[in-house]
């Protein structure tokens, strides 16, 4: 049964051989790569350093079997004070961390997960630098813990900033 309309085929206009849209070209997808790779260490860098510092606090007052209102306090200060001085105090050098990574990585297939240490290692010791101050000595515990949360949070942005590199590392060689 026709209702009298011809339906007619969409003609294929693509290059012969073309599966999809045409890659943009190299140096474009780098740049953007390495923008991305600056943008996600600053932000997200500051807020994993923030709860590392802040866990040893989160897990005395969860544990310590406080009221309801003493923990939502916390969280309250933990919220309005522990974030915006993890973004003050991280903001920068994250972001100068990233900038390191975006460097290494514009170029080359990925970078090594050992140098996401040693460079956390380095920015654990020199974020004071940005804002006129010495190294750190590590001589409290909160420059031991600022340290420790760097190394991590470091090691943490460079997995997820070269996860879709090394996931087609691992395509590519199989």
Do not use: K
Not at 24 to 34: E, S, V
Not at 83 to 105: E, N, R, T
């Amino acid at each position: 049964m026709s209702d009298g309309t011809a339906t007619t085929p969409i003609p294929d206009v693509r290059a012969p051989g073309a599966d999809g849209p045409a890659p943009a070209p190299r140096g474009t997808t780098a740049a953007a790569r390495a923008l991305g790779t600056v943008f996600f260490f600053a932000v997200v860098g500051p807020l994993i350093g923030g709860l590392i510092v802040g866990f040893r606090d989160m897990a005395y007052v969860a544990g310590d079997g406080r009221d309801l209102g003493t923990v939502l306090y916390f969280l309250f200060a933990l919220l309005s004070v522990g974030v915006p001085a993890a973004y003050a105090m991280g903001l920068l050098p994250a972001a100068i961390v990233g900038l390191f990574f975006a460097a290494v990585d514009y170029g080359r297939v990925r970078s090594d997960p050992w140098l996401a240490i040693v460079i956390g290692a380095l920015g654990g010791m020199l974020w004071p630098v940005p804002w006129g101050s010495g190294p750190s000595t590590l001589s409290s515990p909160l420059e031991v813990q600022l340290f420790i949360a760097s190394i991590v949070s470091t090691l943490v942005c460079w997995f997820v900033s070269t996860w879709g590199m090394r996931r087609r590392d691992r395509m590519a060689a199989s």
